[in-house]
T-cell receptor, first 115, second 112 residues
């Protein structure tokens, strides 16, 4: 079974519009959840993470994500996007497998912000 | 966090040749990982490389094709051997710091 699912492969929005990138995880995995961002032709950067504590986590550039245990979701939101937010966003979860833990990624959501 | 550099940043190679990718971290870390990101795809873990032990490979990846070295706590190499066009990908190294993985900038490989 898929450990983490990103339902939207592409999300086009206009500048200053709100956006939500959806991520659902399998209830059988741990609740260590991450969002990574990959800007065009660049490597992967950690955007935010949930390990414990407050279910709402924020990044320094205005994104936030809420861990929702009942809905097994960790959706990423921003109230007003900029053109510079155009990138691919990956949701990831830690799973325990074969006595070790590994990071498993969703298939990614390409966010395109248009003027 | 950790600052990670990779060399080369990109390369174009002929089929049948091999390429060694280097990963350098600015601090000592126990766990390092190598991932592959094929065009338009998400990241797939190739192997976990812990210093002082053999690398652990994921299903579908073998040591003969992707030999890994981990000589110390700040450095690792991944070799892509006997390359074919299907090996064209971005290869990323990653380190675990307090339960969070940080990634290098990636090595973009094109095999002709």
């Amino acid at each position: 079974a898929q450990s983490v699912t990103q339902l939207d492969s592409q999300v086009p929005v206009f500048e200053e519009a709100p956006v939500e990138l959806r991520c659902n995880y399998s209830s059988s995995v741990s609740v260590y959840l991450f969002w990574y961002v990959q800007y065009p032709n660049q490597g992967l950067q950690l955007l935010l993470k949930y390990l414990s504590g407050s279910t709402l986590v924020e990044s320094i550039n205005g994104f936030e994500a809420e861990f929702n245990k009942s809905q097994t979701s960790f959706h990423l939101r921003k109230p007003s996007v900029h053109i510079s937010d155009t990138a691919e966003y990956f949701c990831a979860v830690i799973i325990a497998q074969g006595g070790s833990e590994k990071l498993v990624f969703g298939k990614g959501t390409k966010l395109t912000v248009n003027p | 966090s950790a600052v990670i550099s990779q060399k080369p940043s990109r390369d174009i190679c002929q089929r049948g040749t091999s390429l060694t990718i280097q990963c350098q971290v600015d601090s000592q870390v126990t766990m390092m990982f190598w991932y592959r990101q094929q065009p338009g795809q998400s990241l797939t873990l190739i192997a976990t490389a812990n210093q002082g032990s053999e690398a652990t490979y994921e299903s579908g990846f073998v040591i003969d094709k992707f030999p890994i070295s981990r000589p110390n706590l700040t450095f690792s190499t991944l070799t892509v051997s006997n390359m074919s066009p299907e090996d064209s990908s971005i290869y990323l190294c990653s380190v675990d710091v307090a339960g969070t993985q940080y990634f290098g900038p990636g090595t973009r490989l094109l095999v002709l």
